[in-house]
């Protein structure tokens, strides 16, 4: 896979660290939970992604960034009028890379999330960022990349969460 989806899935793992589903499927109870929870989960989930070097120390305003970003973007994926505002704590600037050409890139140098910054900014830019969502599922909340042809994608797992909701409306239609 190459283009939009690849690069925002780095994004789309950023906003999963908050996962917010609580429904059972398949006798799998799912627990929210915060990924995002500690100066150390934030620096282990960084690491991970290569983000920050291993050991790198962070400061709890870190993760203060860091929850207040994905918090802002969660909101966007819902009212796409938010995703300036999501970017406003986080300013932009061309810069010349290595090879002369300009590219977008982040000012504050926030550890690690200056990536995730400036491949949300260059996916606005290109139209790769409405692919971005939110299930609609209440019970999910679950970021993911729509791949659908119309881009009218609404549910993470059509499996999961398109068949919980399709079922449900049936039952309310054919119940007495």
Not at 148 to 162: D, I, K, P, Q, T
């Amino acid at each position: 896979m190459t283009g939009p989806a690849v690069d925002l899935a780095l994004v789309e793992q950023f906003l999963n660290t908050l996962d917010e589903r609580t429904f059972t499927w398949h006798g799998k109870k799912w627990i929210p939970c915060d990924k995002l929870s500690s100066v150390e989960t934030l620096g282990a989930w960084l690491e991970a992604h290569d983000l920050v070097a291993a050991g790198q120390k962070l400061r709890a305003s870190d993760l203060a960034d860091a929850v207040a970003l994905r918090t802002a973007l969660r909101e966007a994926l819902t009212d796409s009028t938010q995703a300036t505002e999501a970017l406003a704590r986080f300013p932009l600037r061309l810069a010349p890379d290595p090879s002369g050409r300009l590219r977008i890139t982040a000012i504050r140098c926030v550890a690690g999330l200056d990536t995730i910054v400036e491949t949300i900014a260059a996916s606005v830019a290109g139209g790769g960022w409405n692919r971005l969502k939110l299930c609609r599922a209440e019970d999910c909340r679950w970021a993911f990349y729509d791949t659908s042809r119309s881009g009218g994608g609404r549910w993470c797992s059509m499996e999961a969460c398109g068949n919980r909701y399709k079922t449900r409306a049936y039952r309310r239609r054919h119940t007495t």
